[in-house]
């Protein structure tokens, strides 16, 4: 089972500002491990949107943008468009004996209104 | 570019194993961990483990000890991932992908079914 724990679903209507939280621990978050996000498109591999919690790769929007505090950390996505409708995961490193050293989100559905 | 492209869809019986082909090109293949990733129909992704392809070291998910292999040919920058004795529970999406500050680059993915 997913030790990052997200909403299963955000929506917004073009143009308003959406997150998307995820809570961890202090086995992974919370003990410094760097926070990653990736989109996922109907159909498609996975695609990284966020890397070191905060870092867009080149030719991602800067509409989304991330952060961290503590346990958590944040996905925001500013300016929703039709093609941000997608799922959404974290990821991050995890330092217990949980049985997986890299850990995923549950996910979050964004549904553009 | 930078890519990894992933062997086709499998066909598998319960009980049987599979074996996936991850091959990269683009970048220097021994200087990038690389991941293994799946994603059963309609769920989230779930990390399998990771290779090192420069010295061929792993790790794996506990939950797939004892039933994953990983392994690599570095004379064609491939990365291998066989799982065995499957079960239908392990019907999926198996993906590759790049280590190098979060997965930066990803396979497109080969989809696994095991069914009687």
């Known amino acids: 089972q997913s030790v990052l724990t997200q909403p299963p679903s955000v929506s917004g209507a073009p143009g308003q500002r959406v997150t998307i939280s995820c809570t961890g621990s202090s086995s992974n978050i919370g003990a410094g491990y760097d926070v990653h996000w990736y989109q996922q498109l109907p159909g498609t591999a996975p695609k990284l949107l966020i890397y070191?919690?905060?870092n867009r790769p080149s030719g991602v929007p800067d509409r989304f943008s991330g952060s961290k505090s503590g346990t958590s950390a944040s996905l925001a996505i500013t300016g929703l468009q039709a093609e941000d409708e997608a799922d959404y995961y974290c990821?991050?490193?995890?330092?217990?004996?949980?049985?997986?050293?890299?850990?995923f989100g549950t996910g979050t559905k964004v549904t553009v209104l | 570019q930078v890519q990894l492209v992933q062997s086709g869809a499998e066909v598998k019986k319960p009980g049987a194993s599979v074996k996936v082909s991850c091959k990269a090109s683009g970048y220097t293949f021994t200087s990038y961990y690389m991941h293994w990733v799946r994603q059963a129909p309609g769920q989230g992704l779930e990390w399998m483990g990771i290779i090192n392809p420069s010295g061929g070291s792993t790790s794996y998910a506990q939950k797939f000890q004892g039933r994953v292999t990983m392994t690599r040919d570095t004379s064609t920058s491939t990365v291998y991932m066989e799982l065995s004795s499957l079960r239908s529970e392990d019907t999926a999406v198996y993906y590759c992908?790049?280590?190098?500050?979060?997965?930066?680059?990803w396979g497109q993915g080969t989809t696994v079914t095991v069914s009687s």
């Open positions: 070191g919690n905060s």
């Open positions: 990821q991050s490193y995890d330092s217990s004996l949980s049985g997986s050293l890299y850990v």
């Open positions: 992908a790049r280590l190098a500050g979060g997965m930066d680059v």
